[in-house]
C-alpha cells in the first residue's frame, strides 16, 4: 500500500508542477529546481539505491517517502494559494475592472480624436519620424503640395525632395537631435511643384517606453501666403517715423541712452550670389540675434532701408558687451548662419551716438548724426564702426 502511495504522490507533484506552469503561464524557477531533485532522487532510490552505501535500501526508500510527501504538500499548498487568490477577484472586482478599461480606452479615444482635428485646424504641415529615423510620416498639408498618394516615405525618398545643397546639412541638423537636445530648427528648400521653396522645420524630440520619438512641424516661408514666419520679423518692425517718436518719447523720460545704426554690407552680395529669398532669411536671422544681445525690450529695433536698422539701446552692460564684441570683431556681431546648405557670416557697419540727458540737439539732427557716424564706419578701411560721443 505503501507503494502505490509513494507512486502516486510523486506523480500527483509532476502533475501539480505541469498545471501551476500551464494554468497560469508562469515558470517559477524554485519550482523548476524542486522537480528536478524530486525526479532525481526518485531515479537514485529506484534503480541506484546500491550506490549509497551508508543507508540501507529500507531507510533510504523510508526517507525518500517522507521527502516526497513532504514535496507534495508544499506544492499543493502553494497551488492552493494561487487558486485562493484568483478566486478572491469576485464579480464585482471584474466589474470594476471591466469599467477601468473601458474608461482608459474612452480616454484614449478621445485624445486619439482630439489630436486628429488638432492637425485639421494646423495651418503647418507636420512630420513623424520613426524611431530609427529611417522613415516619416506626413500629414495630407506637406503631401498635398509635394503631390504624393503614400504619406509613408523612407527618409531617402523625403532627401529627394530637398533640394541638393540643403541635403546633407538637413540630414546633419536631423541626426542631431537627442534628449539632451530635443528642439530642432532648421530652414531648407523642399521641392513644390517644378520649384524649390524656403521651408521652416520646427520639432521635438519626446520619450515613450523608452523609445526617442521625433515630430515636427513644416512651414513655407512665403509671407504672402503664410504671413507668420521668421521673415516677418523683419517687416514688422518699426520705421523710422516710429523711431523719432520713441527718441522723443525717452528724452522726456531723461535716460541716458545710444543710438546704433547698422548697416548689412554684405547682403547684396548674398542677394547676387543666392537669391533676394536667402538674402532675406538672412536678415532675419541676423536681427533676432541683435535683438537677443542688445535689445529684448519691444521698438528697440528699426528698419530705415532694406539693409540698414537702427538700435535704441538703454542698458549700459548691453551697451559694454556690445562695444566690446565690436572692439574684437567677435561673432555677436560678425554672424555665422547657416540656411539650409548656404553658410555665410553676416557682418555690419555701424555708427553709433549717445544722448545725455541734458542733450538739446534737435531729434533730426541726432539722427542725421547717428548716419554721419554710420557713413565714417563704412568709409573706414580699418575698422567697421565709428562712435560720436560715445
Do not use: C
Not at 333 to 349: A, C, E, T
Amino acid at each position: 500500500m505503501n507503494d502505490y502511495l509513494y507512486y502516486a504522490s510523486f506523480g500527483a507533484i509532476i502533475l501539480l508542477f505541469l498545471l501551476s506552469t500551464f494554468l497560469y503561464k508562469k515558470l517559477r524557477i524554485w519550482k523548476l529546481i524542486l522537480i528536478i531533485l524530486t525526479i532525481a532522487l526518485f531515479i537514485m532510490v529506484e534503480f541506484f539505491s546500491g550506490a549509497i552505501s551508508f543507508l540501507d535500501e529500507i531507510e533510504l526508500r523510508e526517507l525518500s517517502q517522507y521527502l516526497i510527501y513532504i514535496i507534495l504538500i508544499v506544492l499543493a499548498v502553494s497551488f492552493k494559494n494561487k487558486i485562493k487568490i484568483t478566486q478572491n477577484l469576485t464579480d464585482y472586482d471584474f466589474f470594476e475592472l471591466e469599467k477601468e478599461l473601458e474608461h482608459t480606452k474612452d480616454t484614449s479615444e478621445l485624445l486619439r480624436k482630439r489630436f486628429i482635428n488638432t492637425i485639421g485646424l494646423l495651418r503647418e504641415g507636420l512630420i513623424f519620424y520613426d524611431e530609427d529615423m529611417n522613415g516619416l510620416f506626413l500629414t495630407e498639408e506637406i503631401s498635398r503640395f509635394l503631390l504624393l498618394d503614400n504619406p509613408q516615405l523612407s527618409m531617402d525618398k523625403y532627401q529627394s525632395y530637398i533640394h541638393s545643397e540643403d541635403q546633407s546639412s538637413y540630414l546633419q541638423t536631423v541626426k542631431k537631435v537627442s534628449r539632451k537636445l530635443p528642439d530642432l530648427l532648421h530652414k531648407y528648400r523642399l521641392k513644390i511643384g517644378p520649384s524649390y521653396t524656403w521651408v521652416e522645420e520646427k520639432g521635438k524630440l519626446f520619450t515613450h517606453d523608452n523609445k526617442d520619438y521625433l515630430i515636427s512641424t513644416i512651414t513655407k516661408l512665403d509671407i504672402k501666403i503664410y504671413p507668420e514666419t521668421s521673415i516677418q520679423i523683419v517687416d514688422s518692425l518699426p520705421n523710422e517715423d516710429e523711431l523719432t517718436n520713441t527718441i522723443s518719447q525717452m528724452r522726456k523720460d531723461k535716460k541716458p541712452f545710444y543710438l546704433a545704426m547698422m548697416h548689412l554690407t554684405n547682403v547684396p552680395d548674398i542677394n547676387k550670389r543666392f537669391g533676394r529669398d536667402v538674402g532675406n532669411l538672412m536678415i532675419a536671422e541676423y536681427i533676432k540675434q541683435m535683438r537677443y544681445h542688445f535689445a529684448r525690450e519691444n521698438n528697440t529695433i528699426f528698419r530705415i532701408t532694406g539693409i540698414q536698422f537702427a538700435i535704441l539701446i538703454t542698458d549700459e552692460q548691453r551697451y559694454a558687451n556690445l562695444h566690446r564684441a565690436l572692439v574684437s570683431g567677435g561673432d555677436l556681431i560678425n554672424v555665422r548662419i547657416n540656411i539650409g546648405g548656404i553658410l555665410q557670416i553676416v557682418y555690419p557697419n555701424i555708427g553709433i551716438i549717445k544722448n545725455d540727458p541734458w542733450d538739446n540737439t534737435d531729434i533730426s539732427e541726432f539722427i542725421s548724426l547717428s548716419n554721419k557716424a554710420l557713413e565714417e564706419a563704412i568709409r573706414n578701411n580699418k575698422q567697421n564702426y565709428s562712435i560720436f560721443g560715445g
